[in-house]
């Protein structure tokens, strides 16, 4: 049966409601295709070098961004330092009514936000509302909480927050750490993603101007931007979400300074299985772990387990694999109407063709190297429109025993690809769940919960499940990670107010050039 786009969700349709809202935020179409402003100063502003950007559902333009030099960037982080000092000296009553205002407009426009996720990053329509959702649910906690996370006399740092994430999470990541940041008494800068999410962070960024609230928003080259928007000696703190390679790199440019950062870096979060038999929950779990394609930093994309009990597990998980659905998020069938529900899928595209290449070539890369491939879905039969490129998609694998020089074998593989390691003791467990060197989380399937419990002692991440996923967390649960998966201070909760923040009595938990110190989790 053929498909069709779901009515009034055509990018056109999209994009020509953003403008509505938030008309200021973009400049005139150029050859067809509209163009971002950057906001600068308070106000935006139409500078910068058009660049394109695709979307991964069918690799089509969407906008263009406008990329700035650093001349440009260094200049706006100045203004933001002299919004941050207007800002910092703010009553808390007036930053908590002003992120309110922002929060009530940002929810007006919930599903729009959303809408532009589906198309700029590809995620379902379930998991693009989960994301906007989260975001403003959360910062609404923290609206309530604010008086006492400050209660001990914690006040603003002496410069703007400079926040540069990944493209996965733009709203409950990106967006709701900028606005309790900016409850916290610190103005915000934030770089938008070069591969997703432009667009829903412009028209969040412009409702939060309207608010009153003294954000940046920069379009441009991590390597132009980079230098300044972690150098500047304007700069109160860094905030970092993104890859091992480009995490290492804002560390080492920070090695020489006091700035306050926390730098979130990807790990091979694993799941142990040792003395276990409780299938049916695990079943449901790991189904769970396949939404957006296993592309967030807490997903689990490896699985060590006991040689004994290998059957049982492939009886389990291999059913659950082939059950994952993936496809053109707003592609439906004819007798769709407004109203029904748009399609129920685990997952859409990657990012990018490039990225789903890449993806290709490290299977093909361990397959060749002695792994074993034990599954590997195939495209056909996904539900996408007639002709439509599909060059993002990737299709389910699992492979046995990845080799040692395999990449797969140590690294993240940030997609629907997940790893098998079979193992005779625990030791033997351990070594395999550690292979990262550091992760943010890990979780054993064991009956005996007490042998999990001391097991889980010598896991090198930051959460450790029994029975049960890990995840970021919400509202006051803390959130870091082990060995080479974070540096810089922990977040979330009261942690994150006091990341951003400066007085108080303690120390910040966290993993810094002298020490570290781990919350309860």
Request: net charge negative; with cysteine.
């Amino acid at each position: 049966m053929a498909l069709r786009l779901a009515d009034g969700t055509a990018w056109s349709d999209t994009l020509a409601r953003a403008v509505a809202a938030v008309p200021e935020a973009f400049g005139p179409e150029a050859d067809g295709v509209t163009t971002l402003h950057n906001l600068l100063s308070g106000e935006w502003r139409a500078a910068g070098a058009p660049s394109p950007v695709r979307t991964p559902i069918d690799s089509t333009v969407l906008v263009n961004i406008a990329r700035l030099d650093a001349d440009t960037a260094r200049a706006a982080v100045s203004q933001a330092a002299a919004a941050h000092r207007d800002w910092a000296a703010t009553p808390l009553a007036e930053r908590k009514a002003r992120v309110t205002d922002a929060l009530d407009a940002l929810t007006a426009h919930r599903d729009l936000l959303a809408l532009l996720l589906v198309w700029e990053i590809g995620k379902p329509w379930r998991l693009a509302c989960a994301d906007v959702d989260r975001a403003l649910d959360g910062v609404r906690w923290y609206v309530e909480e604010i008086d006492r996370m400050l209660a001990d006399g914690r006040e603003p740092l002496p410069g703007p927050v400079s926040n540069i994430a990944s493209w996965n999470y733009p709203m409950s990541v990106l967006v709701h750490a900028e606005l309790v940041q900016l409850l916290a008494g610190n103005a915000v800068i934030a770089k938008t993603p070069s591969q997703g999410g432009a667009v829903c962070l412009t028209v969040a960024h412009a409702l939060m101007r309207r608010a009153g609230l003294p954000a940046t928003l920069l379009s441009g080259s991590g390597e132009e931007l980079s230098e300044v928007l972690v150098r500047a000696p304007e700069i109160g703190a860094v905030a970092f979400v993104g890859g091992r390679s480009n995490g290492g790199k804002v560390a080492a440019a920070l090695l020489d300074t006091d700035k306050r950062h926390f730098i979130e870096q990807e790990g091979l979060n694993a799941w142990g299985v040792w003395n276990f038999s409780q299938w049916d929950t695990l079943a449901a779990h790991l189904k769970k772990g396949f939404e957006y394609g296993k592309q967030r930093c807490t997903a689990y994309p490896r699985f060590v387990v006991q040689r004994d009990l290998v059957d049982e597990f492939l009886d389990m998980y291999l059913p659950v694999v082939r059950s994952v659905r993936f496809g053109h998020p707003l592609a439906v069938g004819a007798d769709w109407r407004a109203g029904d529900p748009l399609p129920e899928l685990d997952f859409g595209p990657l990012i990018s063709a490039a990225k789903a290449e890449e993806l290709r070539r490290k299977v093909e890369d361990a397959v060749r190297h002695g792994a074993v491939p034990l599954h590997r879905g195939k495209l056909d039969g996904a539900p996408f429109l007639d002709g439509q490129d599909t060059s993002a998609y990737v299709a389910p694998a699992v492979l046995l025993a990845p080799p040692g020089r395999s990449r797969l074998m140590h690294a993240e593989p940030f997609g629907p690809v997940d790893t098998i390691v079979v193992v005779d003791t625990t030791d033997e467990l351990l070594a395999a769940m550690n292979a990262s060197n550091g992760a943010l989380v890990a979780s054993l399937a064991c009956d005996d919960e007490e042998l999990a419990g001391k097991l889980a002692v010598d896991l090198q991440a930051f959460k450790v499940g029994i029975n049960k996923p890990r995840s970021r967390g919400d509202r006051d649960e803390p959130f870091g990670g082990r060995g080479a998966s974070w540096k810089g201070a922990f977040v979330g909760g009261d942690l994150l107010v006091q990341a951003v923040t400066q007085g108080g009595d303690g120390r910040l938990y966290g993993n810094f050039p002298d020490y570290s110190s781990y919350p309860a989790t």
